[in-house]
């Protein structure tokens, strides 16, 4: 009897000791897949461009070789399935790295969540070649909005 209960104490031992072992790799695996490489983007979001026509000034650096315009999209998420398009627009890449601010007019509407509501927002940047549909990189900006 004592040797089935000391078989079943090395077994939730190795099994515990593996367990704690194998943490700390799946953080760090968590940790390194939100890092991305490539392309970023940052938005000057500021309390002007709430339910506004007016979309905020895009920063964009290390765009793809290649890139001829970008392709920006402000969706608000409401399901991990659905997605409500809010408008954007497209802008030419010209070097600098900015989509400046008001220039998003295809059908824009900035993030207004009903009064005493939080919503989640995106948007969502291409970097696009005039070669091919498929876009050479895609960022988001995720963001919550009262």
Same mark, same amino acid.
């Given at each position: 009897m004592q040797g089935m209960v000391c078989g079943?104490?090395?077994v939730f031992c190795l099994f515990t000791l593996c367990a704690a072992m194998l943490l700390p790799a799946c953080a760090f695996r968590d940790?390194?897949?939100?890092v991305q490489e490539g392309m970023?983007?940052?938005v000057d979001l500021r309390e002007e461009h709430r339910c506004s026509r007016m979309s905020p000034a895009i920063y964009v650096s290390d765009a793809p070789e290649g890139t001829a315009y970008y392709d920006?999209?402000?969706?608000?998420?409401?399901?991990?399935?659905q997605e409500v398009f809010l408008g954007g627009g497209a802008w030419?890449?010209? *070097?600098? *790295?900015?989509?400046p601010e008001g220039v998003?007019?295809?059908h824009y509407?900035?993030?207004?969540?009903?009064?005493?509501r939080t919503g989640n927002y995106a948007f969502v940047v291409s970097a696009m070649s005039r070669k091919s549909m498929q876009p050479l990189a895609v960022r988001l900006y995720r963001f919550t909005q009262e």
């Open positions: 079943a104490a090395r940790e390194a897949d939100d970023r983007i940052r920006v999209r402000l969706v608000e998420i409401q399901s991990e399935a030419e890449h010209d *070097g600098t *790295g900015l989509i998003l007019t295809r509407r900035g993030p207004c969540p009903a009064s005493g």
